[in-house]
Antibody
């Protein structure tokens, strides 16, 4: 079955970096885009952008440029989200989600990133 | 930027009742609207896409309607497992896309 499995929770200090992975299985990885969505504690969903898994070309939403980087390793069907210069307000659950005609299905289980000194 | 406004913020109903959730767009999104369900501690799940098409495996009690700026998600008869937060999403001017702020469906 189609599945996205994300890496585990992370606790980081302000100013550090974090890299979240999203491993896909059950389908041809390069046939579908991969999206990233943020959910701050107790808040709604915020689209961060997407990456073309064929070309590796990323597109970032407003507010997610500069410190956020999407990347791929197609040899292991895995997408990555790297966040640098972490701030307390980056504390959130980060989801990857496969893009099917630009709808999101399925989603990874989420990765909690906590930024605290 | 297209803003989606969901109402009500919280809906309190009993199992067996009919639920009607609303999503209004700040400008027309044609039929490019989806609904997602999110249970506590879980990832969202796609329920409805293109305003009225049920995603694979979604029970028939879930239905979506609307076009342009006004959309509705209807759950015909609530099951205990349906109590969750529901989000609408538009992709009319992809990219970007945007989500509504969510409606919490709680047990009365």
């Amino acid at each position: 079955q189609v599945q996205l499995v994300q890496s585990g929770s992370e606790l980081k200090k302000p100013g550090a970096s974090v890299k979240v992975s999203c491993k896909a299985s059950g389908y041809t990885f390069t046939s579908y885009a991969m999206n990233w969505v943020r959910q701050a504690p107790g808040q709604g969903l915020e689209w961060m952008g997407w990456i073309n898994t064929n070309t590796g070309n990323p597109t970032y939403a407003q507010g997610f440029t500069g410190r956020f980087v999407f990347s791929l390793d197609t040899s292991v069907s895995t997408a990555y989200l790297q966040i640098s210069s972490l701030k307390a307000e980056d504390t959130a659950v980060y989801y990857c989600a496969r893009g099917v005609l630009n709808w999101f299905d399925p989603w990874g289980q989420g990765t909690l990133v906590t930024v605290s000194s | 930027e297209i803003v989606l406004t969901q109402s009500p913020a919280t809906l309190s109903l009993s199992p067996g009742e009919r639920a009607t959730l609303s999503c209004r767009a700040s400008q027309s999104v044609s039929s490019y609207l989806a609904w997602y369900q999110q249970k506590p501690g879980q990832a969202p799940r796609l329920l409805i896409y293109d305003a009225s098409n049920r995603a694979t495996g979604i029970p028939a009690r879930f239905s979506g309607s609307g076009s342009g700026t006004d959309f509705t998600l209807t759950i015909s008869s609530l099951e205990p497992e349906d109590f969750a937060v529901y989000y609408c999403q538009q992709r009319s001017n992809w990219p970007p896309c945007s989500f509504g702020q969510g409606t919490k469906l709680e047990i009365k």
